[in-house]
């Protein structure tokens, strides 16, 4: 059966820890901590005390909480006042708030998505 919803949601509790990648077609909120690679054609939302140890690969990321990765972005990185990245990060449309830690390069990339994103 190949009927895949786009508009699945996953939640980490904040008591989980993930050790492993993981690849999802929908959306995610982390409240917890992901120690691997988070890919998914969806967006990520990383809650105050949410960690993840591991590259990101989404269409839209909205971080209050730590990451130490890379992020590729097809859209819109918002990094808010509580967050802090450690890496490198590739978007399409960058927002930071007042507060936010950021220790890496910024790339802005085009429109026309590299094919390793979407891949």
């Known amino acids: 059966m190949s009927n895949k919803s786009t508009n699945s949601q996953t939640i980490i509790a904040e008591d989980v820890q993930i050790d492993g990648d993981m690849n999802l077609s929908g959306n995610i909120t982390i409240y917890g901590e ?32 730590y990451v130490e990765g890379d992020i590729y ?12 990245l450690v890496g490198d990060l590739r978007y399409k449309v960058l927002n930071i708030q007042d507060g936010a830690q950021f220790s890496g390069r910024c790339e802005m990339i085009d429109s026309e998505i590299d094919s390793d994103l979407t891949g």
């Open 73 to 84: 972005i097809d859209g819109t990185a918002e990094l808010l006042s509580n967050c802090e």
């Open 34 to 65: 992901i120690r691997g690679s988070v890919s998914t054609h969806g967006s990520v939302q990383l809650a105050k005390n949410g960690k993840i140890f591991g590259d990101v690969k989404a269409t839209a990321i909205q971080m209050n909480g």
